[in-house]
C-alpha cells in the first residue's frame, strides 16, 4: 500500500506509538538544529526502507520535511514567534545580579528590545488552542 502517506506507513511500521512520536519530535528538533538523524532513528528508518519500498535513497532533509508535523494532530507545523515580556525573564532568572548566570544582563536573557524578548517556536494550532484554553482555565 505505497499509496498511503509515508508517516502512515511508517507509523505503522514502528507499531508503538511512544517510539513514533519520539522520532517525530527528534526530526523538529534536528530540522532546525544539525539537520541530520539520530543514530537510533537512522537504523530505525533503515529497517523501515528495507521492509517498504519506494523510500530507499531518500535525503535526510526530505525525511525532516515529511515529519515536519503535530505527532498529535496530524497538522503541519508552523514556525512562530513568540514574545516574552522583559519582566518576565527577569522573575524566570530570579535575579538581577550581573554576575549570576541567566541574570539579567547575561546576554542569553539581554532582551531584543527594552520591553519584549523573542523566541521562536515550531507550533501546531490545535497544540495552541489547547495550550490557550489550558491557561484561561487551568483546572480543566
Ligand atoms: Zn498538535
Known sequence: MTSLPLHVQFRSFVDDDAKYERFVHACIRSRSGRGRLRHWQELLWSNFVDEVPGFTGMPVDDILDHFYFCP??????????????????????????????YGFRHPFAVPHSSETHEIRLDTCPKCLALADRNRENPSG
Not at 516574552?84 to 538581577?96: E, H, K, N, R
Request: charge should be negative; glycine fraction near 4%.
Open 72 to 101: 498529535l494532530h496530524q497538522n503541519p507545523l508552523t514556525e512562530m514567534a513568540v514574545h516574552i515580556p522583559a519582566d518576565l525573564i527577569v522573575t524566570t532568572v530570579g535575579s538581577s545580579d550581573p554576575n549570576t548566570p
